[in-house]
């Protein structure tokens, strides 16, 4: 009864444009359209960590048609999938490529735009620390680096994630949260500085679910 309930929220939650997929939920979709503000007029080369279904990818592509963009998965599947959406909606300036966020091919300095959403929540801290750095690696100086991650110090949403296995079985296990504070500690001795944050899903910035974070390089 409960995952039928959740099945059935899950869908009349998504954005028109996104029922049905496999992220197409609310949560997912509020930060995909406020990260595709935040990229609003930017050009260059840009990397997306985390293909995924290829829902955030693709609007990326139609929004800036100045980007010429790269975005990695390790599924072939999603790559599929992505390859489909790309085949069926035109967007020719995407690139996509089976790889490791954490050992990238690609040379030091490539882009101007690197982001990483929705992909967190499926990766402990030590290995989301070794995709920072090597986002830092490609990243160009000047570049921008976006990235969201689910907070832990939302007591609901931490709870939501425990429980999720009663009423999601579709999702991947475990689910990560992490302490804003020690997301800055880390985030200062990769030498990444933020420059600004977007809170999603509460109104005191302590406890929102999720925190979308724009960093630099530091020079």
């Not at 829902?55 to 963009?69: M, R, S, T, V």
């Not at 999720?164 to 949260?177: E, G, M, Q, R, V």
Request: charged fraction near 25%; include cysteine.
């Amino acid at each position: 009864m409960i995952k039928k309930l959740y099945s059935w929220l899950y869908k009349m939650t998504a954005r028109e444009d996104e029922k049905g997929e496999y992220s197409g939920g609310i949560i997912q979709g509020a930060i995909r359209e406020t990260v595709l503000g935040l990229c609003a007029g930017i050009s260059g080369k840009a990397l997306e960590v985390g293909t995924g279904a290829g829902l955030f990818l693709i609007k990326l592509a139609l929004h800036n048609p100045g980007l010429k963009i790269w975005s990695i998965d390790t599924s072939d599947e999603f790559l599929d999938a992505a390859a489909k959406k790309i085949e069926e909606k035109g967007p020719g300036n995407i690139h996509l490529l089976h790889q490791d966020a954490q050992d990238m091919s690609f040379d030091d300095d490539s882009f101007d735009l690197v982001i990483c959403i929705n992909f967190f929540i499926n990766t402990d801290m030590e290995s989301a620390v070794r995709v920072l750095k090597e986002i830092k690696r490609v990243s160009r100086a000047s570049g921008r680096i976006i990235f969201e991650f689910r907070n832990s110090r939302n007591a609901l949403f931490r709870l939501k994630y425990k429980l999720a296995k009663y009423y999601d079985p579709s999702a991947p296990y475990p689910l990560y949260t992490y302490d804003p504070g020690r997301f800055d500690n880390i985030l200062e001795e990769l030498g990444l500085k933020v420059i600004g944050k977007k809170y999603i899903g509460f109104p005191i910035r302590a406890f929102p679910p999720i925190i979308i974070v724009e960093a630099q390089k530091r020079c």
